[in-house]
């Protein structure tokens, strides 16, 4: 069944990188391309969350960190120091593993509702740390006229190139998550969320199984906030106060927590879905509202669920028996 | 050192040694000065009546809970307040007296878990599958022998929590051994199955130490320690009260008193 595994990354390539711009192309719209961006970084986020709160089971709200981090490491070195985008994403993504491998090893021995607890703090002192350290931060101005991106000496001025870097970024960034999810090494961490104690007598190290998810969580977040700041061009402490973390989560609770084309659902549905309901005015708020609360009470286990996730993608295990069977019912 | 003076010398070791282990929750004595050791490629039964300290004794030799007193050397090493992760990769693998599987996830997913924790995984090697794929056939083939030899492979892509609760059973006892450990410690694997359960468990159970392998089992069932065990160590109160072969046993007068009470 090789030729079926490939034939789902190859088809989703190909939409992102040739049906989506041809699109975007027929509609010739700088808005409507924003918005693909918007939807392709947002579901980098939601696979990123959903790699940590549904398959290590950490609920997290410090999306908005990392995010933050990465976004205002990119600006500021950018404006103030003048430096390209890949020193940039490199310096995001150095700063964020950093902070996320130290905070991961002070927060990890804290599970369920105290994870989230202090996660939603890190995330609330972010915000004020942001809207506060005006000397680095710029305060509530945030940063503008952040330089779009220039690789090679060639300025991807043009929206279309703009979008393409994105959905080049998204594609590795989901190449990465399948890998950790889809895999062993995705089972020893489902197995530390499941049992902690039962997986430490069998011989797995759950504490640094948890940091190094958190970190890597952290890093690709962190690029994520790079590549937003300098498609963007413009950054301010409304991007990253709680609610967006939340918004996160809400996303990969109603694709399908744990499962990886439910965090891609929850990145579509949380971005496209506001925009849809634009034409309704005052009641958008309270549709949106109604909708995830339905998902919720009639999906629990999101649009998408880890079960059929895993049984879709558990072929790419070596020599399983699934290899040889074929796609399950 | 109250290390024996046998583990330099030609005479093998004993696998697991327990020397004058002692578990106090507050006042109360649970473990009390326990010593017994296990032979390699022996099946060692551990019973006692309800309270007698069964479960403590087996949770302190498997790291679970820290010791008051006294040593545990497995191999001749100090085990005793060794991380349990550290226990597990030394070769020492248990099961659980509450069932203690991964409901959520599959039948293969919760097996391979103790292939992982022996052979190991990184994050780099999920990451890049050139780098991982050795391991991952490793782990893959463990998985595969482990769930063929208990009947589980066509349970495989269920999730275990639907499994029957015989086979739940066989199934931690299938994760624990693809951890290919040298000592299983089995914490009452019969408690809540049928006779004919029972009798295939037992079964099992002999055949995997005719196999080679050393176990120590903590069981209520008494027909079946009897039947399968080489030899039989008895706790009453947290103290050792009697050790010998089955029949020893069934006729040692402290036994009968400490189940049937004093008068008897």
Redesign the interface.
Known sequence: MKHFRISIRLAFAVLLLAVVPALLAWAGSPYVARLAQLVLITVVLSGALNMLTGTAGLLALDTVVFYGLGAYTAAILSVNHGTSFLVDLAAAVGITTTIGIIFGFALVRLTSIFFAVATMALAISFHTTVLNWGDLTRGPMGYRGIPPVQLFGHTLGHWLESYYLTAIFCLIALFIFHRVMHSFYGNAVRAVREDEECARSLGLQTRWLRVQVYALHAAIMGAAGALYAHTNQFIGPDNFVLLESALVLTGIIVGGIGSLPGAVIGGLVMVLLPEALREIGNLRAFAFGLMLFLSILFLSRGLFSEVRALALFRRDMPRSPWSRRGPLP | MKTPSASSSGIATPLLQVHGLAKHFQGLRAVDDVSFDVQRGELVGLIGPNGAGKSTLFNCV???LARTAGEVLFEGQCIAGL???R???LGI??T?QNL?I?????V???V???A???IG???L???L?AL??K???A???A??SALTRFGL?EF??Q?AGNLAYGQKKLLEIA??LT?QPKLLLLDEPAAGLNNTETTELATLLRSLRDAGLTILLVEHDMPMVMRICDRIVVLDSGRKIAEGAPAAIRADAAVRAAYLGDEA
Do not use: K, M, Q
């Open positions: 498997a790291g679970a991380d349990p992760v226990i597990a990769r693998a248990r659980y203690r991964f409901p959520d996830i599959t293969f997913d919760n391979c878990a103790g992982i924790g022996r995984i990184s994050l090697g999920a990451l599958p991982g794929r391991r991952d056939e782990i893959a083939e998985t595969l492979l495989a892509d999730p994760r624990a951890l």
